[in-house]
């Protein structure tokens, strides 16, 4: 059998004329699925780019020493040193903030997805009164900026004596996190079918046991995405971290920006520190990545 | 026996449920039929106790259960969904209200597999119901449901969401397998075929009314009124206002024809008939009762016709056998039986059913 019969057949039965199925055009796909440049590809590499050059040149800052950062320029480090990372984990000062920031994080966390579980559901599967309302007002919350919340929370703290406490930031976070917490469950809450529900006390199944055993591993993944949200936001909240600590409970962020000591900027070790607080998220956003596109697909993220 | 008495259900302004008395008994089959929103599915919700009515009384053996939550009665549901729990197997789905009511686990085990072969389930019961094709989601359904053993079995359109084999299969063998528990099933159907096919009982349901109620040939062949007749015809009935001036129907057009002997005998009035398409044949019939009408439509279904046809402002449908090719426009002669006529008085109540006569 000839080419060209193969070629009009093919073309008969898919529709694509028989010119696309030359011996040439296969080549010529062949070639391009097998990774031959295309300028189109350009664009993504040169946003990316972009995008990595700051934190590059904080990896790179980081295993400077002082000295090349503040007199030379050097796209690479041209005497590799470890110095900056050992003043972090050895001082405590540095180490303790760290550990500071991921305790009232995670306690953050756990408290915002806690209060936020039963409110979705109650948005999800009730109809009540001004339902709606509320829980457009419950976005409005963020709305707000920190800064308009620092002052009342430092005066109630106060007279709570909760100020200096990993409790405090993680309640004051709530006010921020509980509503988007909230706001991404229901997304999640609302994409399992009622019927469920109903089948499932129907079985006769009680209603803990039932949210527990049947519901939550439906929604696991928004679970996850809201532990993220949340932690995203407190690890990377400053202001009213800031207000609301002092020494015990001082967040990493707060301690890097106060490294002017006698001696000057101690360039190297802020850098380093840098690296240490993306580390964290970078891993949290590993293990939620799959899930993440699902947030946004239902458009609450 | 599970009793309804004046049941009603309103959401807000709207009654979704409207005086409705059914008495069901253990060991039946009853067959929920009625066009989407008549109210089958929030029938059978306060059947289950899933919502409390407004009004009225549920009596399960002759004790009141209205208000009681659906976790104490032992009712059993499947949905037109395939509803499972997706997080759990097969086998721990079907086991689920076992497990709940505490039993021991041979006995769940014994129970689950029999259950699970009678529904051809036992080659996935190690799988999760989302890798199932929709047929075995929906038989997983019907195995927990069935495995219940409960008083009352409440089958939403089943069958609705399945291919056309798989749903002749189990529709023939639903009743058999529930039959033998003992308990009262209920059926809902949109489909008149399938009510048919079920046998058994069947409620019309209209508008949230039950509009009939006994052995289903019975209200089928004798409905106690034109929504009844609708209701329980598909394609749709040909109603056709007339009147009686003696022993002669005088219709629009020149539609004239004796009456049959059933009906000889009622008063000179209006009446409204209804014939069932199948009833129409092309030609004058062999009574010479027939009118002309005009063909708007016609779709071939393998060996038969449905011809589609004004007469007058009435629109007609006809199911006639063999392929028969008609243009728009056409004129079409259509006879019929007048012993097969159903005639209704003008408020719509059923005078005289051919039928009831002659049995």
Redesign the interface.
């Known amino acids: 059998m000839s080419v060209p019969t193969i070629a009009t057949s093919r073309a008969a039965a898919d529709g694509i004329p028989g010119s696309a199925h030359s011996e040439v055009a296969l080549k010529a796909r062949a070639s391009r699925r097998s990774g031959s440049f295309r300028p189109k590809a350009l664009i993504p590499i040169v946003y990316i780019l972009f995008l990595l050059l700051p934190i590059y040149w904080l990896v790179n800052m980081s295993f400077k020493t002082n000295v090349e950062i503040t007199n030379a320029f050097t796209l690479w480090p041209a005497n590799p040193t470890l110095r900056n990372y050992a003043v972090i984990f050895t001082d405590p000062s540095w180490y303790n903030g760290y550990i500071n920031s991921i305790i009232y994080v995670v306690l953050n966390m756990v408290i915002s997805v806690a209060v936020a579980l039963p409110a979705a559901y109650a948005f999800s599967r009730y109809r009540f009164l001004g339902d709606k309302h509320l829980f457009f007002w419950l976005l409005t919350n963020r709305m707000a900026p920190p800064a308009v919340f620092a002052l009342p929370f430092f005066q109630l703290y106060s007279a709570f004596g909760l100020i200096d406490t990993h409790i405090a930031v993680a309640l004051a976070h709530c006010l921020f996190n509980v509503p988007l917490a909230v706001w991404i469950l229901e997304g999640f809450m609302s994409g399992v079918p009622k019927e469920i529900d109903e089948t499932a006390y129907i079985d006769g199944y009680s209603f803990p046991r039932f949210f527990f055993k049947i519901f939550m591993p439906l929604i696991a993944s928004g679970v996850g995405v809201a532990a993220f949200f949340c932690f995203m936001f407190s690890w990377v909240e400053l202001l009213i971290a800031r207000t609301l600590t002092v020494t015990d409970a001082k967040p990493i962020s707060a301690i890097m920006t106060r490294t002017v000591s006698a001696s000057g900027m101690d360039w190297g070790v802020l850098a380093a520190a840098g690296v240490l607080t993306i580390i964290p998220g970078a891993i949290v956003i590993w293990f939620v990545r799959n899930y993440i596109a699902k947030g946004f697909a239902l458009g609450r993220v | 026996m599970l009793e309804l008495k004046n049941l009603v259900w309103k959401v807000g302004r709207d009654v979704h449920i409207d005086d409705v008395s059914l008495r069901l008994e253990r060991g039946s089959l009853n067959v929920l039929l009625g066009p989407t929103l008549a109210g089958k599915t929030s029938l059978m919700r306060l059947m289950?106790g899933?919502d409390q009515p407004t009004g009225g009384q549920i009596l399960m053996d002759g004790k009141d259960v209205t208000g009681v939550?659906?976790?104490q009665r032992n009712?059993?549901?499947v949905?037109q969904?395939f509803?499972?729990?997706?997080?759990?197997t097969v086998y721990e789905n079907i086991a689920?209200?076992l497990r709940?009511?505490k039993q021991p686990s041979a006995e769940i085990d014994a129970k689950v597999r029999r259950a699970a072969a009678l529904m051809k389930l036992t080659p996935f019961l190690d799988r999760t119901p989302l890798n199932l094709s929709g047929g075995q989601q929906q038989r997983t359904?019907l195995a927990?449901a069935l495995v219940?053993n409960a008083d009352l079995v409440l089958l939403d359109e089943p069958l609705a969401n399945l291919d056309y084999k798989l749903r002749e299969e189990l529709r023939e063998e639903l009743p058999k397998i529930f039959a033998a528990t003992g308990a009262i099933f209920v059926y809902a159907t949109t489909e008149p075929h399938e009510a048919l096919l079920l046998g058994g009982n069947t409620a019309t349901l209209s508008e949230g009314r039950v509009t009939q109620f006994g052995p289903t040939p019975d209200v089928y062949r004798r409905p106690h009124d034109l929504v009844t007749a609708r209701t329980f015809s598909d394609p749709p009935l040909n109603v056709i206002a007339v009147q009686k001036r003696g022993s002669r129907f005088t219709g629009p057009g020149a539609l004239a024809f004796d009456a049959a002997p059933a009906h000889a005998g009622l008063a000179d009035d209006d009446y409204r008939i209804a014939i069932r398409p199948h009833r129409l044949s092309l030609g004058d019939g062999e009574s010479g009762a027939s009118f002309e009408a005009v063909v708007t439509l016609t779709e071939v279904t393998g060996s038969e016709t449905f011809v589609h046809a004004d007469f007058g402002s009435d629109r007609i449908i006809a199911l006639i056998h063999g392929v028969r090719r008609m243009a728009a426009g056409d004129r079409v002669r259509l006879g019929f039986d007048p012993s097969h006529v159903l005639v209704f008085a003008g408020d719509g109540a059923a005078v005289n059913a051919p039928v009831a006569l002659a049995a």
Do not use: D, F, G
């Open positions: 289950a899933l939550p659906v976790r009712v059993a549901m949905y969904q509803i499972n729990y997706p997080a759990l689920s209200p709940i009511q359904a927990r219940k």
